[in-house]
């Protein structure tokens, strides 16, 4: 039986920006319904309509784009990012990192590869396609969704079943079987390769028993 939402809150640590971009720090609570058993994840997600630093410390990344290479190029250009997302119109392209289904094992680190943007995206894991029900999608939709992503993977679900299990908690949208969608070739936004010494912090996803974690200060 899919998981479901308890409780869904995001926090701005800044201020919308003019270009759409904004930072927020989530907390999310999904319950088994079977056993009721709960997980708490904790999370920041950066919406980078454009370059931001911010970006480096995102655990969920969102940006304009259309296609899985947009998706991957924005995970290779922050590998520690657990969960990327680009969207377009009523379609949105949602990348996990590949060997951190439960979203708690390390990234990438300094010595793994060539720590390039490329080999990043090259290691991370397979695109999932949402496309919204009905007529028009609220930008916040794709935000939510995203953080759902990342909360299912910290709860334990498998990267192959994710996006079921992810459009089970958000009924605005459904997920498309693969080759249903167009890989896509355009984006407004072209992240940039992060330093490979970025790549090793992991995320900070944590489970209901882990500490409760300091804030992060506000960006100067």
Do not use: K, N, Q
Request: glycine share 14%; net charge positive.
């Amino acid at each position: 039986m899919p998981l479901a939402v308890a409780s869904l809150t995001a926090t701005a640590l800044t201020a919308d920006r003019a270009d759409g971009g904004a930072v927020h720090r989530v907390r999310t609570v999904l319950v088994d319904p079977v056993s009721g058993a709960l997980t708490v994840d904790e999370h920041v997600r950066v919406r980078c309509s454009a370059p931001t630093g911010w970006a480096l410390l995102g655990d969920v990344l969102i940006a304009p784009g259309a296609g899985a290479r947009w998706a991957a190029r924005l995970a290779g250009s922050c590998p520690g990012a657990l969960v990327v997302a680009v969207h377009h119109g009523a379609r949105c392209w949602l990348r996990a990192a590949a060997g951190r289904e439960s979203g708690l094992g390390p990234g990438p680190g300094p010595g793994s590869g060539s720590g390039s943007g490329e080999a990043a995206a090259a290691a991370a894991g397979p695109v999932v396609v949402f496309e919204a029900i009905g007529t028009g999608c609220a930008r916040g939709t794709w935000d939510r969704l995203a953080s759902l992503a990342h909360s299912c993977l910290v709860a334990g679900v498998p990267g192959t079943e994710l996006g079921a299990a992810v459009a089970a908690l958000e009924p605005a949208v459904g997920s498309l079987p693969p080759g249903r969608a167009g890989a896509g070739t355009r984006s407004a936004y072209r992240p940039e390769a992060s330093p490979s010494s970025r790549s090793s912090r992991s995320s900070r996803s944590r489970s209901a028993s882990a500490p409760v974690e300091p804030d992060r200060p506000a960006e100067a």
